[in-house]
């Protein structure tokens, strides 16, 4: 049985950081890109950041660009997204994703991803 268990989110003013883990188990980890996305109230899910099964590429959504990083440690089965110079509309529920690494794979696509995470709440307020 997959599960991609998220820590807990938490609570923090504009500017300040978090640092949100996610952890893996019951999938071979390496063979699968990991994804984070977020949703606010009254909208769509939303790419945030992606990180290639070896680590060697990441990406990141143009609103996070300069504030977020994505890494992942393969030997804990875990991925991280650090979170920066938060802001307001950063507010979402966070949720990690898991999808196999065939060639072509669409890191902001949450088609892509076959297992989530159950969600972790980041309040941000100003």
């Known amino acids: 049985q997959v599960q991609l268990v998220e820590s807990r989110g938490g609570w923090v003013q504009a500017g300040g950081s978090l640092r949100l883990s996610c952890a893996a188990s019951?999938?071979?980890?390496?063979?699968?890109?990991m994804g984070w996305f977020r949703q606010a109230p009254e909208k769509e899910r939303e790419f945030v950041a992606a990180i290639k099964w070896n680590g060697g590429n990441t990406y990141l959504a143009d609103s996070v660009k300069g504030r977020f990083t994505v890494s992942r440690d393969n030997a804990k089965n875990t991925v991280y997204l650090q979170m920066n110079s938060l802001k307001p509309g950063d507010t979402a529920v966070y949720y990690c994703?898991?999808?196999?690494?065939?060639?072509?794979?669409?890191?902001?696509?949450?088609?892509?991803?076959?297992?989530w995470g159950q969600g972790t709440q980041v309040t941000v307020s100003s």
């Open positions: 994703a898991a999808g196999r690494r065939p060639s072509g794979f669409n890191y902001s696509t949450p088609t892509e991803y076959n297992y």
């Open positions: 019951g999938l071979t980890f390496t063979a699968y890109n």
